[in-house]
């Protein structure tokens, strides 16, 4: 039973990172749209009725294509990107409304078919005519996918896009959006957060935000409110190294945008669930009421992220969302934080007890981390790999860290981070949050996989360092 829940959750977030991979790349674009479409569209800051004309097409065209172009070379390689671009265009032009989803659907679905053609023809090509096959291969199904996609695909999805958006709106007419950070909080706690927010909510939210101006979608998972009023209460009623660490992860998380800081503090205590979901809730009602939103993805999640892409004259309104929802999180997280701290000699027992196991195994040679045939000297490591869901944000951290606490080792070592999907084959050792350990590719056994639970600060990272620490 434990194993079949834990391929479930596996799979499901590589499903997740597959769709927030298709995004995230191209979230820059999405906040130059953004911009541009608060400063020159006829109620934004600079209102310029010219360069307004930049703001439907790059919409229309500009985005769906870059996410079409990103599915299909994540599944088809360089070949599989353009077949992916031509067969998204079908959808486009085949529907009436900016068609995100659709390039979801098409560049992959495109990467896939001139992957298997590929693989089909391979060896069987006439020496000389690899080019023409090549080219024309591309034209030929590219050219049927784009048909295929105007007259079919196309309208289903937005046919599909209008119910959800019908069902959403029946939501916010009910006041009922809150109940939605049932599903959302859970979620960001099991590292779905990027493909809860680029891959389901941000396409809803640029269809809104092109109607209105602005969408509340941008908002249901990026409020950093509840996870500032979880690290808060560690910070006031935390002990040990989750209190000594709070303050830091206060600022990565609120300022930086990192809301992975705040995933460990709560794996640890799981009720802290109640606390950042009923947080959510009032953030997303207070939202609600007074009618905010953003023009577009704030990516990273920071508070500054946050007011950039806020629409004008709703600056005020969604501080104040920030404000409640970090409020109601803290002070209801604060109870369990409490408790937990009244407890700690438990805390403490499992971790001395987790130490102790540590160093009986690395006196005897052994090691306690999963998925590697080895234990390397530090002179036999030559890449270090922290890995995290999407590869640019708590692994980013935890690697320049790292770089840092080593910056005196003699010898030839790189540290560098990347998507746990990701991780290069020339990898010696790969560090990694543990419930992200199951997505490592580790086929041969060769990578030492190091699983923690913070990469700022965590007993194996520790471990590591010391293997290095010798030879400084």
Not at 39 to 59: D, M, Q
Not at 290 to 315: C, D, E, N, Q
Request: with cysteine; proline share 4%; net charge positive.
């Amino acid at each position: 039973m434990i194993k079949k829940q834990s391929s479930a959750k596996t799979s499901v977030q590589k499903f997740g990172r597959f769709l927030s991979g298709m995004v995230m790349p191209n979230i820059g674009a999405f906040i130059a749209w953004g911009f541009i479409t608060a400063l020159f569209i006829p109620t934004g800051y600079l209102p310029n009725e010219s360069l307004a004309k930049i703001v439907g097409p790059a919409l229309s065209y500009l985005l769906p294509i870059l996410i079409a172009y990103q599915g299909g070379k994540m599944v088809g390689g360089d070949r599989g990107a353009i077949m992916g671009s031509i067969a998204t265009i079908g959808v486009i032009v085949g529907s009436e409304i900016p068609m995100l989803l659709g390039a979801m659907i098409m560049g992959p679905l495109g990467g896939f078919v001139i992957k298997k053609f590929d693989q089909a023809i391979d060896g069987k090509v006439k020496v000389g005519l690899e080019m023409l096959v090549n080219n024309f291969s591309i034209g030929i199904i590219g050219m049927l996918l784009a048909i295929v996609g105007f007259y079919g695909i196309g309208p289903i999805i937005g046919m599909a896009t209008s119910f959800v958006e019908a069902g959403v709106k029946s939501l916010v007419n009910a006041n009922l959006l809150p109940l939605v950070s049932i599903f959302i909080e859970p979620g960001k706690i099991l590292f779905l957060n990027n493909a809860i927010n680029h891959g389901v909510l941000t396409p809803l939210g640029i269809n809104e935000a092109k109607e209105v101006g602005r969408s509340i979608m941008f908002l249901l998972e990026a409020n950093p409110g509840p996870g500032l009023g979880i690290l808060l209460a560690y910070c006031f009623f935390g002990k040990g190294n989750a209190k000594q660490s709070a303050p830091g992860a206060v600022l990565i998380h609120f300022i930086g945008g990192i809301h992975e800081i705040y995933f460990p503090y709560v794996l640890m205590n799981p009720a802290l669930l109640i606390a950042v979901i009923i947080g959510g809730m009032s953030g997303v009602f207070t939202n609600v009421i007074l009618g905010s939103g953003l023009v577009a993805p704030a990516s990273p999640g920071s508070i500054l992220a946050v007011m950039a892409m806020t629409a004008k004259g709703y600056h005020l309104q969604v501080i104040i969302s920030v404000l409640v929802s970090t409020v109601v999180s803290f002070v209801i997280g604060s109870v369990f934080v409490k408790r937990q701290a009244a407890n700690s000699s438990d805390e403490d027992m499992a971790m001395a007890q987790e130490k102790m196991k540590a160093m009986k195994a690395e006196s005897k040679g052994q090691r306690l981390n999963v998925g590697s045939a080895y234990f390397p000297d530090a002179k036999d490591i030559k890449k270090i790999v922290f890995a995290c869901d999407a590869g640019m944000g708590s692994s980013a951290m935890g690697a320049s860290k790292f770089k840092s606490r080593i910056k005196n080792y003699k010898g030839d070592v790189t540290v560098v981070h990347s998507a746990v999907a990701e991780v290069p084959d020339d990898t010696d050792v790969v560090v990694t949050h543990e419930n992200l350990v199951g997505r490592v590719s580790n086929p041969d056994g060769r990578k030492e996989i190091i699983t923690i639970k913070n990469f700022l600060k965590d007993e194996n990272l520790d471990g590591l360092f010391e293997r290095f620490n010798k030879y400084i």
